[in-house]
């Protein structure tokens, strides 16, 4: 039989981790290879690309909408577990899990419509089934919005990775992250970790010039994505910019700002200070390619009225 869509998917997926021990991606999908009597010729088949098996692609998008809807739990890396509500969704048959049930769950909706307030889902390989698009939609917004939730699910999988890592990496991908930016240009070690004890808040430096006359101090904690950063923890940080006599900071971390901890911010002038959160750090990771790498490109193309209209052409 020919591979079921990805959403076809969500019912094996679970029932393969039902017995709420951790698997492993290898055995689930061995589980829904046996319970979907999939063949030789179907775990052959590539998406379009021909970068990966069409299996490895819809599996993966089931496993990322299930663990949006809070259905799956992962703990480590590629081990998944069930929660409490993907039992119930197990146990309310026969109830077909699809996109539909999904949606009863904030944090998918969250997800689903992360984009703008009217985001549907698609999957990005033609054979999966299709939230209706509205008539509104031409193929290229269609190709865009497909684009967006790729980014999307891509970033919440950079999160996981940062989350599997020690602080010390993170501080480290911080100031690589800045360097990716410009920051610092050709300038030979313009950027350092200093985070240690006795740091005085300050985790790292990056160098403008190179005599160091302008320097950015950074502050980066991989906090639960989850924690919410007060103004006391950014005045904690603006009050070591003082100590160094800093001009410019960057508070860069996993989790999120609070209102008051952005509004202290713009108010203060001792120093300029720039928040970064959670969102915008893996956002930042994938425009400046680091962290991530390129598997395929696609360009769209118009006619060129130009070359028609060129009498020389003729």
């Not at 999939?38 to 590539?46: H, K, Q, R, T």
């Not at 980014?151 to 020690?166: F, G, T, V, W, Y």
Request: one cysteine or more; glycine letters at 8%.
């Amino acid at each position: 039989m020919a591979i079921p869509a990805y959403d076809d998917l969500y019912n094996p997926f679970l029932e393969s981790i039902k017995d709420s021990q951790p698997h492993s991606m290898k055995e689930i999908k061995g589980y829904i290879i046996k319970s979907r009597k999939l063949s030789e010729s179907d775990l052959e088949e590539m998406t379009p690309s021909g970068k990966v098996t069409l299996l490895a692609n819809r599996v993966g998008w089931c496993c990322t909408y299930l663990k949006k809807a809070g259905l799956i739990a992962s703990g480590k890396r590629g081990i998944y577990n069930i929660t409490v509500s993907g039992l119930k969704a197990l146990a309310e048959k026969p109830v077909q899990i699809d996109n539909e049930y999904l949606m009863q769950f904030e944090s998918f909706q969250k997800f689903v419509h992360s984009n703008s307030n009217n985001k549907l889902e698609s999957d990005i390989v033609p054979t999966a089934k299709l939230v209706p698009l509205p008539f509104s939609d031409t193929p290229q917004d269609a190709f865009e919005r497909a684009y967006e939730q790729i980014n999307n699910k891509l970033a919440d999988d950079i999160m996981d990775e940062i989350m599997q890592q020690s602080s010390e990496f993170f501080e480290e991908t911080v100031v690589q992250l800045l360097q990716s930016m410009g920051y610092g240009g050709s300038i030979d070690n313009s950027g350092m970790v200093v985070g240690k004890s006795g740091d005085e808040g300050i985790d790292g430096i990056v160098k403008e010039d190179k005599l160091g006359f302008n320097v950015i101090y950074i502050q980066a904690k991989r906090w639960n994505p989850d924690v919410i950063v007060g103004r006391p923890e950014v005045q904690k940080f603006v009050g070591a910019l003082s100590g160094q006599g800093a001009s410019k900071g960057l508070f860069i971390t996993t989790a999120r700002f609070s209102k008051d901890a952005k509004d202290y911010v713009s108010k203060q002038h001792t120093a300029k200070v720039i928040l970064v959160d959670g969102e915008m750090l893996t956002k930042l990771m994938i425009d400046y390619n680091l962290g991530v790498s390129p598997i395929e490109t696609y360009q769209l193309k118009r006619v060129d009225t130009d070359f028609f209209s060129n009498e020389d052409n003729a």
